[in-house]
């Protein structure tokens, strides 16, 4: 089982940044793919970002506007989601997730199946 443990949210003004963290208890050739996600209250989890542990390809949903950047550190089996220009639409709980090895899409929650417990992003105006 892998365990996923997000830390960096917080409160922000609009056009600030966050940097939030997953730590992965491991990682193996069957789980290729770390992802971001994000749920605002009352909305679904939306996908966020995604990337490679080994070539560093990365994933991203086009309404973020080349604001968010993905990235992973190998060596310490961690994966950042850097946040610059915030917008208060932006706030919601994020989650990182371990790509499960079959089925699903890396767009969707249903490609996914560990979850870390989600760090808050608020963002004000």
């Known amino acids: 089982q892998v365990k996923l443990v997000e830390s960096g949210g917080g409160l922000v003004q609009a056009g600030g940044s966050l940097r939030l963290s997953c730590a992965a208890s491991e990682r193996t050739f069957s789980r290729p793919v770390m992802g971001w996600f994000r749920q605002a209250p009352g909305k679904e989890r939306e996908f966020v970002a995604a990337?490679?542990?080994?070539?560093?390809?990365?994933y991203y949903d086009d309404s973020q506007e080349g604001r968010f950047t993905i990235s992973r550190d190998n060596a310490e089996n961690t994966v950042y989601l850097q946040m610059n220009s915030l917008k208060p639409e932006d706030t919601a709980v994020y989650y990182c997730?371990?790509?499960?090895?079959?089925?699903?899409?890396?767009?969707?929650?249903?490609?996914?199946?560990?979850w870390g417990q989600g760090t808050q992003v608020t963002v004000s105006s």
């Open positions: 997730a371990s790509r499960r090895p079959l089925g699903g899409t890396l767009y969707a929650t249903d490609g996914y199946d560990y």
């Open positions: 990337i490679y542990w080994s070539a560093g390809i990365t």
